[in-house]
C-alpha cells in the first residue's frame, strides 16, 4: 500500500457518511429510547414481590448479559423475521436486537436507581393514599431517572460505540459507509484513522457533558 | 362526461379488485403486491456484478437484469409505482436473508449450486466463471500448487474457499488461510503482503484488479479451479415468480439485448476491466434463450 | 408462518449429505475448536488486561512526586519545580505528572473508541504506519498474526476498564491504611503491594469479574480480522450447512454455560476473601 495518508478523499465523501452518521445515531436513539422502557419495566419486574415475575426478569437480564452482542445482532438479524412472519428490514431487526439487549443493562441500571430512593418517600406516597402506579410513576421513577442519569447515559455512550457491530450484517451505520468508501477508494487506512478519530470526539464530548451533569446534580 | 367519468371510476375499481392472475398463485408477487415495495438483495465490491456507484447505489451487470426484472413485475401486477428498497448483502448473508423472505432477490455474483438449491432458487445463468488465483507478478505462483507454505485470503461463504479447501484436502497441501469478510478485504491483504494469493472468481478479479492503484502489479494465473455458473437468486418454491425473471431472461438473451447489457458492464465496461464475452457465455446465451 | 424453516439437530454431526465438499469433520468439531480459540483468546487477553490495567490503575492513584535519578544531565532552570539537582552531578526529574498524564490519556483514549474501529486501527492500519520490516513481521513472520493482534486489541481495550477497577478500588481504601503503613515505615512500592493492592483487589472482584466476561464475549469481535473462534465458527457452519438456527443455538448455550460457570466460581472466591467488616463494591 503506497504510503501517504490522502485525507482529500475523505472530504469528498463526507455526505455518503454523514449518512452512515444519521443511522448510527438513530439506532443510538431507538436503542436508548426503547432500552430505558424496557429496562425500568423489568427493573419492576425484577423488584416484584410476585416471585415468578422477578425470576423471568432475572433470567432475562441473566441470559442477554452472557451473550456476545454479535451473537445477539446475528440472531435477530435472522431470526425476527421468521418469528413475525413477513420480512423486516436489516434496520429494524437491529434496533429490536439493540433494544433487547440494552434493555437488560438499564434493567440493572433502573433498578439500583429505584433502590436508590429512600424508603421514606415511598411510605409517604402510600400515606397519600396513592396505588402502586401512582406511587411508581410520581414518586420513585422521576427520582430513580433523575439519580440515574449520568450512569445511563454512560451507558448511552456505550450503546453508541456498540452500533459499530452492525458491521457484522452490513446494515449502513457510519463504520460501514466508512468502510465501502475505503474499500472503492482503496483508502483503508485513512479512512479507519479518521473513523476512529470522529468516533472518539463524539464519545469524548459526551463524556465530558456527562462529567459536568454529574457535577451540577451533585451540587443540587 | 360524467357517464365517461362513472364508467372509467367503475373500471378503475373492477381492475383494482380482480387480482392478477400470477399474484393470486405466487407467495412472492403477492407480498411484493401488498407492500408495494421490491427487497432487492445486492453486493457492494462485485466489480461489474453489484458495486457502490460514485453516488453511493448500487450498480452493475447484475443490477441492470434485476431492474429489468422489477420492471417485468410492474407490468404483471399492473402496479406501475412499485418501489425498490435496496438491501446490502455479504457473501455471508445472502442465503439466510433470502430463505427468510428478507429480499425478493438478489442481484451479485452468486454461484448456482445444488446445495444452495436445498434453501434458494435461481434464474437462468448470466455469466460463467470459475476460481482463479491472483497473486503479485514475480511471486512465482502459477497454479494453486505453488502456493504450498504460503499463505492465502478466502472469503468466507464463497464457493471459491470450499473449492480451494477441497483440493488442499485432496492434495495435501499447507497453505495458511486468513479469512476474509468480503472481497475488498481479501484484496487488500494480497496488496499489503498479508497473503501471497487470493482466490475467487476469475472475472472478479480483473475487477478488483482494474480498480486497484497499481494494476500492472498483479497478474491472474493457474487453471480454473471450480466452475462457477452465475445466476440472479430468488427464493424457492415459487414457480410463478421464478419463471417471470426466466421469461426476460429469455427475451433478453433471444434479442441480443443480453449482448448489449455485457458490453456495457465488461468490454470494456465502466471499470476498464475490458473482457470481451467468452465463447461459453455466448453458447449459454443462445441455449437459454427458448422460445415463446 | 410464511417461511419454512427445516429444523435439523443432526447438522451438527454432519450426517447430512453435502453434495460439493462431503462431510469434512462432524460440525460438532468445528464448534469445540471455535469454542477452544474464544477461550485461547480470552485468556491471554485478560493476561494483558489485568496486568497493564492494574499497572495503568495505580498509576491513577499516584499524587505526590516521584522523582527518577538521572545521571549526567544539566538541569534547566524552566522546569524548576519538578527538578532537583543532587549535588553529585545527577539530577531528581519528577515524573509523577507525566505518568499520571499518561494513564489519563490511555484510558480516555481507550474507552472512546468503538472496540471494533480499534481492532481495524491494530490489524489493518498499525502495519502500515510502522517500518516496512515492522509492518511485513506483524502481518506474516509472528506466529498466527490474526490471533495475537486480536488478543493484543483486546487485552489493551480492557486494560482501561480494569484500570478504573483498580483506581476506585484503591481510592475506596480510607486513608487511614495509607498513613498508618507510611506510619510504619513503609516504602512506597510496599505500601501498594502489602497493604493497598490486597485489599483493593479484593473489593473489586465483582468489576473485574465482569470485565473479564466482558472479554470473554468480545472475543466474537476477533471474527472480523478472520480468528475463527465460536461465532466465527457458527457462522462457518452456517455456510456450509445452511442451518442457521441449530448452530447459533449451540454456540448460545455455550457462551451462556461459561458465564454461568464464571459468575459461580467467583461468587465463591469473593466470599472466601472477603476481609471480615468491609462490603465489596457490588456488582455493577
Known amino acids: 500500500m503506497e504510503g501517504s495518508f490522502d485525507f482529500a478523499i475523505i472530504l469528498k465523501s463526507v455526505p455518503y457518511l454523514a449518512e452512515g452518521m444519521v443511522l448510527t445515531f438513530q439506532l443510538t436513539f431507538l436503542g436508548i429510547a426503547g432500552g430505558i422502557f424496557f429496562g425500568t419495566l423489568l427493573a419492576l419486574c425484577r423488584l416484584s414481590p410476585f416471585a415468578p415475575l422477578s425470576f423471568v426478569a432475572g433470567s432475562y437480564v441473566n441470559f442477554f448479559r452472557s451473550m456476545p452482542l454479535i451473537l445477539v445482532i446475528f440472531w435477530f438479524y435472522f431470526l425476527v423475521p421468521f418469528i413475525v412472519g413477513h420480512p423486516v428490514g436489516g434496520f429494524w431487526s437491529v434496533t429490536l436486537a439493540f433494544i433487547m439487549f440494552e434493555a437488560a443493562y438499564y434493567c440493572e441500571i433502573m433498578r439500583a436507581g429505584i433502590q436508590s430512593v429512600t424508603l421514606g418517600q415511598v411510605y409517604a406516597g402510600q400515606a397519600l393514599g396513592l396505588t402502586y402506579r401512582q406511587n411508581m410513576q410520581y414518586i420513585v421513577l422521576p427520582q430513580a431517572f433523575r439519580n440515574m442519569i449520568p450512569i445511563l447515559l454512560t451507558q448511552a455512550i456505550v450503546l453508541f460505540q456498540d452500533t459499530s457491530l452492525v458491521y457484522v450484517v452490513g446494515l449502513g451505520d457510519f463504520l460501514v459507509h466508512a468502510d465501502i468508501v475505503a474499500n472503492r477508494d482503496n483508502r483503508l487506512m ?19 457533558y456527562i462529567r459536568r451533569l454529574q457535577r451540577k446534580l451533585a451540587n443540587a | 362526461m360524467l357517464k365517461k367519468l362513472l364508467l372509467s371510476t367503475v373500471a378503475i375499481a373492477f ?112 455469466f460463467i466463471t470459475g476460481t482463479k488465483l491472483a497473486s503479485k507478478k514475480g511471486s512465482g505462483i502459477k497454479e494453486v500448487e505453488d502456493l504450498n507454505g504460503k499463505a492465502i485470503s478466502l472469503s468466507q461463504g464463497t464457493t471459491n474457499e470450499k473449492a480451494i479447501k ?37 472475472v472478479l478479479l480483473y475487477g478488483l484488479i482494474s480498480k486497484s492503484k497499481n494494476p500492472d502489479q498483479f497478474q491472474v494465473t493457474g487453471r480454473f479451479l471450480s466452475y462457477d455458473p452465475y445466476g440472479i437468486m430468488v427464493p424457492q418454491d415459487d414457480s410463478k415468480y421464478q419463471r417471470l425473471g426466466n421469461v426476460l431472461l429469455a427475451d433478453l438473451m433471444r434479442s441480443g439485448e443480453m449482448q448489449k447489457i455485457y458490453d456495457k458492464w465488461f468490454n470494456p465496461g465502466p471499470t476498464g476491466i475490458n473482457m470481451p464475452i467468452s465463447d461459453t457465455l455466448r453458447v449459454a446465451y443462445e441455449i437459454q434463450a427458448l422460445p415463446h | 408462518m410464511e417461511f419454512s424453516y427445516n429444523w435439523d439437530w443432526s447438522v451438527l454431526l454432519c450426517t447430512v449429505e453435502d453434495v460439493e465438499i462431503g462431510c469434512i469433520a462432524p460440525y460438532f468439531y468445528w464448534i469445540v475448536e471455535g469454542f477452544g480459540w474464544t477461550i485461547a483468546v480470552a485468556s491471554a487477553a485478560w493476561v494483558i488486561a489485568f496486568s497493564w490495567g492494574s499497572f495503568i490503575g495505580i498509576l491513577r492513584t499516584l499524587e505526590a512526586p516521584i522523582w527518577l535519578v538521572v545521571p549526567f544531565l544539566k538541569p534547566s532552570m524552566k522546569y524548576k519545580s519538578s527538578v532537583i539537582e543532587t549535588g553529585n552531578g545527577a539530577v531528581m526529574i519528577n515524573i509523577g505528572w507525566f505518568l499520571h498524564g499518561f494513564a489519563t490519556v490511555y484510558v480516555t483514549i481507550f474507552r472512546n473508541i468503538p472496540l471494533l474501529v480499534q481492532m481495524f486501527l491494530w490489524y489493518f492500519v498499525l502495519p502500515e504506519v510502522v517500518s516496512k520490516e515492522a509492518g511485513m513481521w506483524l502481518k506474516r513472520e509472528m506466529p498466527l498474526p490474526e490471533y495475537w493482534t486480536a488478543v493484543a486489541c483486546l487485552g489493551l481495550y480492557t486494560a482501561s476498564r480494569v484500570g478504573e477497577a483498580v483506581r476506585a478500588g484503591i481510592n475506596s481504601i480510607t486513608q487511614g491504611q495509607h498513613y498508618a503503613a507510611m506510619a510504619i515505615g513503609l516504602t512506597r512500592v510496599q505500601v501498594y503491594r502489602c497493604v493497598l493492592l490486597p485489599v483493593a483487589y479484593r473489593i473489586i472482584i465483582p468489576p473485574l ?50 458465564t454461568a460457570i464464571v459468575m459461580f466460581a467467583m461468587r465463591i472466591v469473593e466470599g472466601r476473601v472477603a476481609i471480615p467488616g468491609m462490603i465489596s463494591l457490588g456488582a455493577k
Request: aromatic content about 8%; hydrophobic content about 40%; charged content about 20%.
Open chain 3, 209 to 258: 469479574t465482569s470485565d473479564f466476561l466482558g472479554i470473554f464475549k468480545n472475543s466474537s469481535l476477533a471474527l472480523t480480522i478472520g480468528v475463527l473462534e465460536l461465532t466465527a465458527m457458527t457462522r462457518q457452519i452456517d455456510e456450509y450447512s445452511y442451518q442457521t438456527f441449530e448452530a447459533f443455538t449451540a454456540a448460545t448455550v455455550l457462551y451462556i454455560l461459561v
Open chain 1, 190 to 208: 485513512e479512512m479507519f484513522t479518521t473513523v476512529a478519530i470522529v468516533y472518539f470526539i463524539i464519545c469524548l464530548l459526551g463524556t465530558f
Open chain 2, 15 to 126: 381492475v383494482a379488485t380482480i387480482q392478477p392472475a400470477e399474484a393470486a398463485e405466487s407467495r412472492v408477487l403477492k407480498r411484493i403486491k401488498e407492500r408495494g415495495v421490491v427487497n432487492m438483495g445486492h453486493r457492494e465490491s462485485s466489480v461489474p456484478f453489484a458495486y457502490i456507484g460514485k453516488d453511493g447505489k448500487p450498480i452493475g451487470y447484475s443490477m441492470d437484469i434485476c431492474n429489468m426484472y422489477v420492471d417485468k413485475i410492474r407490468k404483471v401486477l399492473k402496479m406501475p409505482n412499485i418501489k425498490v428498497k435496496h438491501v446490502p448483502v455479504t457473501s455471508q448473508t445472502r442465503i439466510a436473508l433470502m430463505a427468510n423472505g428478507t429480499i425478493d432477490m438478489e442481484c451479485g455474483s452468486t454461484t448456482n449450486n445444488l446445495t444452495r438449491q436445498k434453501q434458494v432458487a435461481y434464474l437462468a445463468v448470466t
Open chain 2, 166 to 202: 477441497r483440493i488442499m484436502r485432496e492434495k495435501g497441501l499447507k497453505i495458511k488461510i486468513v479469512p476474509v469478510k468480503d472481497h475488498p478485504q481479501g484484496w487488500l491483504a494480497l496488496e499489503t503482503d498479508r497473503v501471497d494469493a487470493y482466490a475467487t472468481d476469475d
